[in-house]
C-alpha cells in the first residue's frame, strides 16, 4: 500500500497486532488514571468540607503529569519504551492500592502525594506511548494511529470518570480504588503482549544515568520560564481548576 493512502481505522486494528495491544493498553491506562477521580474527589471533600482543597486536588491532576514531561522525554529517547509503558503501569497498581490508607482528614496529605504520583507516572506513560508509536505502525498509518488515540483520551476521560463514579456511590470510594488497581494490571499485561525491538536511535544514543536526569529537567524548565508567554499558557489550566472549583 502506498505510504500516500492512510490506513483506516479498523484495518489498523485488525492487521496491526502491536498496535492494537498498544491502544488497549493505553485505554485501560486512561480508565484506570480517570477511575479514581470522583472517588478522590468525594474522598477530600468529605474528609475537609473545603472547596479549596478539592480546587487543589484537580491542580495536583493537572500539574503532575506537566512537571514530569521534560524527564519522561529524556526517559522515551534514551531507554526501552516497551519496559517503561510497563514499569508505569506495575507502579501505578501500588500507588493506587496507597489510597486505601487515607482514612481521616491528617491523611489528606497523602492523598494529593499519591494522585501527584499516579499522575506523574501517567504522564511518563503517555509520552512513551506516543514515542513507541511511530516505531510499531507504518508510515501510512501513523496520521490513523494518532488519531484514534486522540478519541481514545476524550471518550476514556468521560467513560472512567463516571464509572468510577458509579462504583463509589454504590460500592463506596475504597471498592473504586481497589477496581482502579487492577485496571493497571490489565494494562501491564496487555503492554507486555506488544513486540518491540529497541530502535537504533536508542542504541546508539548518549547514555546518561538516572543521577544526571535531573540535568535535561531542568534545562526544559528554564528553557519555559524564560518564555513568560509558555508559563501563562503551561499553567492556566491548573489556575482554572483551582479556582474555579472554590465554590464546591
Not at 19 to 34: A, H, I, P, T
Not at 40 to 47: D, K, N, R, V
Not at 153 to 182: E, H, K, N, Q, R
Request: proline share 4%.
Amino acid at each position: 500500500m502506498s505510504a500516500d493512502i492512510p490506513v483506516g481505522y479498523t484495518r489498523l486494528l485488525r492487521t496491526n497486532t502491536n498496535f492494537r495491544n498498544l491502544w488497549l493498553g493505553e485505554v485501560v491506562s486512561q480508565l484506570g488514571d480517570w477511575f479514581n477521580f470522583i472517588a478522590s474527589t468525594t474522598m477530600i471533600a468529605t474528609l475537609t468540607g473545603s472547596g479549596v482543597a478539592v480546587g487543589g486536588l484537580f491542580a495536583v491532576r493537572a500539574v503532575a503529569p506537566l512537571l514530569i514531561s521534560p524527564i519522561a522525554g529524556v526517559l522515551a529517547d534514551r531507554f526501552d519504551r516497551r519496559r517503561i509503558l510497563l514499569v508505569c503501569d506495575i507502579s501505578r497498581i501500588f500507588v493506587v492500592l496507597g489510597f486505601l490508607f487515607v482514612r481521616d482528614p491528617s491523611h489528606v496529605w497523602l492523598l494529593y502525594l499519591l494522585t501527584a504520583v499516579q499522575l506523574a507516572f501517567g504522564g511518563v506513560f503517555f509520552t512513551t506511548k506516543r514515542a513507541i508509536t511511530p516505531d510499531i505502525v507504518g508510515e501510512a498509518e501513523i496520521g490513523t494511529a494518532n488519531t484514534i488515540s486522540s478519541a481514545s483520551w476524550s471518550v476514556m476521560l468521560a467513560f472512567g470518570a463516571a464509572a468510577g463514579g458509579f462504583v463509589s456511590g454504590a460500592f463506596g470510594v475504597y471498592t473504586a480504588f481497589t477496581i482502579d488497581a487492577v485496571t493497571f494490571v490489565l494494562g501491564a499485561l496487555i503492554v507486555s503482549r506488544i513486540r518491540y525491538a529497541v530502535p537504533d536511535e536508542i542504541r546508539q544514543a548518549d547514555p546518561i544515568s538516572l543521577r544526571r536526569l535531573h540535568e535535561p529537567y531542568l534545562e526544559g524548565l528554564r528553557y519555559v520560564f524564560q518564555r513568560p508567554e509558555m508559563v501563562a499558557i503551561a499553567f492556566l489550566k491548573p489556575a482554572l481548576l483551582l479556582t474555579m472549583s472554590s465554590g464546591y
